[in-house]
């Protein structure tokens, strides 16, 4: 089968381990830039960062329809939908998540960049002073307020979740929880491994599914009222997870590629 992968760069750690499991399970990989994307292929899948994020996205689209692709993993509409963090918030609806307010009343509270990713565009403001210098670095962004989980210390899950089962997953924590209340490895955040509940699972598995997506990294904080849901990840980096869990996701993404498209082609 013809793997079409959408990656600006070849040399990522995420792109490298998808291309290297696909030929050895003897399949074709083809990594495309997303905003040049002319090609035929049985199976997409987008790797789209922030660069130019709204055209690429306007060509994974195009794609979905020129390609041929039986199977998208994680295709347009869902992947943007989860990458939104105000319209990921809504489709996720019931499931427990922080809460999120139209307007601040009161503090500490946290102010996301609805399409921020590695935690560069989310921040805790403690005063109105803070909330002020925030929504000016923010300015022209759609932006969100969201409770503060105070007692997730700096400390998250990262859950890989792919198709029915979560593979993997890991506990991240910031550099210093005193100064720092994100958990990015991007931003230098430490992992190590984990176990969750099965009501943890059970919880990250509805996520990915109410979002439309295949597989997704789904982060969880524990709070005083059980797993509450940050985000749910439609195109999560493989490195840290890969190195925590010693376990090969990338092939077992690119297996359940294949399972899908053997039965797409069965029906
Ligand atoms: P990004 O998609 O940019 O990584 P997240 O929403 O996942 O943004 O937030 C980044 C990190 O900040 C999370 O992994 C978590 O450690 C911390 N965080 C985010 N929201 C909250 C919150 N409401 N309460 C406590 N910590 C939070």
Redesign the pocket.
């Known amino acids: 089968m013809k793997f079409l992968i959408l990656s600006r760069l070849s040399t990522l750690y995420s792109t490298r381990r998808l291309v290297q499991e696909i030929t050895s399970l003897g399949h074709e990989p083809l990594i495309v830039n997303p905003e040049s994307p002319e090609e035929t292929a049985e199976i997409l899948i987008p790797r789209l960062g922030n660069f130019r994020y709204e055209e690429s996205l306007a060509n994974l689209e195009k794609l979905q329809n020129t390609s041929g692709a039986k199977v998208t993993l994680n295709a347009m509409p869902f992947f943007h939908q989860a990458r939104h963090?105000k319209r990921a918030h809504e489709i996720l609806g019931t499931l427990p998540q922080?809460k999120i307010f139209n307007e601040v009343t009161t503090f500490p509270v946290?102010v996301?960049d609805c399409l921020?990713?590695?935690?560069?565009?989310?921040f805790l403001c403690k005063n109105h002073n803070e909330l002020s210098d925030c929504l000016m670095k923010l300015q022209g962004r759609e932006v969100l307020f969201?409770?503060?989980?105070?007692e997730?210390q700096?400390?998250?899950i990262r859950a890989f979740v792919i198709g029915q089962n979560v593979v993997a997953s890991m506990e991240?924590s910031?550099t210093n929880p005193l100064i720092e209340?994100?958990?990015?490895l991007s931003l230098g955040g430490t992992a190590k491994s984990v176990t969750l509940t099965a009501e943890e699972q059970d919880l990250c598995i509805a996520a990915v599914h109410r979002l439309g997506l295949d597989y997704a990294g789904v982060?969880l904080?524990r709070s005083h009222r059980g797993g509450l849901i940050?985000?749910v990840?439609p195109c999560p980096g493989l490195e840290g997870i890969e190195k925590c869990s010693q376990k090969n996701i990338a092939k077992e993404i690119v297996l359940y590629a294949e399972s899908l498209c053997r039965s797409h082609s069965q029906r």
């Open positions: 963090k922080p946290v996301k921020s990713s590695q935690g560069e565009g989310v969201q409770e503060f989980i105070a997730s700096g400390h998250d991240r910031s209340f994100r958990s990015n982060d904080v940050l985000e990840n």
